[in-house]
């Protein structure tokens, strides 16, 4: 009896323990039903900034990490070639024209540890003057700012202030020029260059500082280390013999030693504390004519990549032969900047001496400029015949082929025509005309263009204007892809398909004979 109640015992605990398992399973499985369907449910995205602000957990699944999600945090995919080798740029007609990242091609990789995708249309924020304007114009520019990154373009960079901003330097050349007395012009005409560049420099870094502070303030960090915010950085001058003899620096004071790098750390350091970031994206150090001191800014700067204080490093209007001698040292360059559009295609032509340079080294090119400064838009119209000219010997000077004024309109007028033929074919726009022929040119190479905006800091939406849309604009580039007809028709009318005159031997010189390097 005792053996046959302790079976009894063990049969009715068995069956209790089998039906408590039973309900447990269903009732995972009826959670597990609930959180499917949850993951599912669309959020509205009228506006991202605010949602990621008040948003403390970022969903890790990986349909959120599509080309098509509209989520701010969406990692697009960074390889611009496809399986066969051949180039991604995006051509999606039905692609939206205002929100989310963009298709797979239109980004590239920064950067070799710590990497971040760059989009191949960066936008060149242009400086602002007046710097101590109200905080309703910086308030403005981070507005548009994240509009802009909302739109999937994450490449920003704060160009030089305007030359007309500098207007004081062509009346005191005129004024002094006149008086007949040559060695005080060209002394006063060195001085008022000097000064020129160091307010230069003061404007863009007063911009940069009100700029990213108000970004910071209106943006999650999370969205800002998605981004590539590049600076520039300017090589330490140095006077050569004939530069002293109109200076009224003395010659023991132009003198100017490099020493351990001390100087571009501490550039780099500001960098930072203006772009408020732990690292820099890019940073673009730009030609000084003259200085010997450029390999020894490339030795610095790779010293801080290697401490991750940077991520990549560029250079601005390099001559072949110096960017050559860098990369011989074995510097790593990510990218070549250069001007170029359909007026200024020295540096664009495959047979240059840049551009054999950049295939031999697979060095990607930076353009800048590659509108003309409003030449090769719709809105030419509004420009005075005064300030086209203007911009014919800023953004489409070509020193290799110098023309007269009357052929450079002859040419624009050909350009604009066929321009205007194209946007009507492709029902485009004349600037995305522009636009897609300098990507599509070298799609293998992986160039990259900036494209100038202010930002909306002139407020003139405040004032009953149109209100800011430019990134609309910037994506309608990946809507459409020009035929290899007409990327000819727009080579033979630019001069870019045709054999280039390469400068001669010898390239960038260094004035040994100088004191001062010694």
């Known amino acids: ?263 571009v750390r501490e550039s780099v350091g500001n960098a930072l504390k203006r772009v408020k970031m732990e690292s820099l994206g890019s940073v673009v150090l730009e030609y000084c004519e003259h200085s010997p001191y450029h390999l020894d800014v490339l030795d610095s700067l790779l010293e801080m990549k290697r401490e991750g204080l940077i991520r990549s490093i560029s250079t601005q209007n390099f001559p072949p032969s110096l960017l050559r001698s860098a990369l011989s040292c074995g510097f790593d360059i990510q990218s070549s900047g250069i001007v170029g559009n359909l007026m200024n295609t020295h540096n664009l032509r495959s047979d240059s001496e840049l551009g054999i340079l950049c295939s031999e080294q697979e060095l990607s090119r930076l353009i800048s400029a590659p509108l003309g400064g409003g030449l090769f838009t719709d809105s030419i119209s509004q420009l005075s015949k005064k300030r086209i000219e203007a911009l014919f010997g800023v953004c489409c000077h070509d020193k290799s082929n110098v023309i007269s004024t009357t052929q450079k309109w002859a040419n624009y007028q050909s350009i604009k025509d066929t321009l205007h033929e194209l946007s009507q074919k492709y029902e485009v726009s004349c600037e995305s005309i522009s636009l897609r022929w300098l990507l599509q040119m070298n799609e293998q190479g992986g160039d990259s263009v900036i494209i100038g905006s202010r930002l909306g800091m002139d407020l003139r939406e405040q004032q009953g204007g149109s209100p800011y849309n430019r990134q609309n604009d910037l994506r309608e580039v990946f809507t459409f892809a020009l035929e290899d007809d007409d990327m000819e028709m727009l080579g033979e009318i630019s001069g870019q398909s045709s054999s280039p005159e390469f400068p001669p031997e010898g390239g960038h010189q260094i004035d040994f004979s100088n004191k001062s390097l010694w």
Not at 165 to 184: C, M, P, Q
């Open 1 to 263: 009896r005792c053996l046959l109640i302790l079976a009894c015992v063990a049969c009715f605990a068995c069956a209790f323990s089998n039906r408590l398992c039973h309900r447990r399973l269903s009732i995972i499985t009826r959670t597990k039903n609930v959180n499917t369907q949850s993951s599912h449910i669309q959020l509205p995205t009228p506006s991202r900034a605010k949602f990621l602000a008040a948003s403390s957990t970022i969903d890790t699944n990986e349909t959120s990490k599509s080309a098509e999600s509209t989520f701010w945090l969406t990692v697009p995919t960074s390889s611009s070639q496809s399986e066969n080798g051949t180039s991604n740029l995006p051509a999606i007609a039905g692609i939206d024209r205002e929100t989310g990242p963009l298709p797979p091609g239109a980004y590239k990789q920064i950067g070799e540890r710590d990497t971040i995708v760059s989009c191949v249309l960066g936008i060149g924020i242009r400086s602002q003057a007046n710097s101590d304007d109200g905080a309703e114009v910086w308030e403005e520019a981070s507005k548009n700012c994240q509009k802009l990154i909302d739109s999937g373009f994450n490449t920003f960079v704060m160009n030089n202030p305007a030359t007309n901003d500098l207007n004081s330097a062509t009346v005191s050349k005129k004024k002094t020029i006149s008086r007949g007395n040559i060695e005080k012009a060209m002394m006063s005409l060195e001085k008022q260059r000097k000064q020129n560049l160091v307010l230069r420099t003061k404007i863009r870094h007063e911009t940069e500082e009100h700029f990213y502070k108000v970004l910071h303030q209106n943006t999650p960090k999370s969205v800002l280390r998605s981004c590539n915010f590049m600076v520039n950085l300017e090589v330490p001058a140095i006077l050569s013999t004939e530069q002293q003899k109109y200076s009224a620096v003395d010659e023991e004071q132009s003198t100017l030693s490099f020493g351990n790098g001390w100087m």
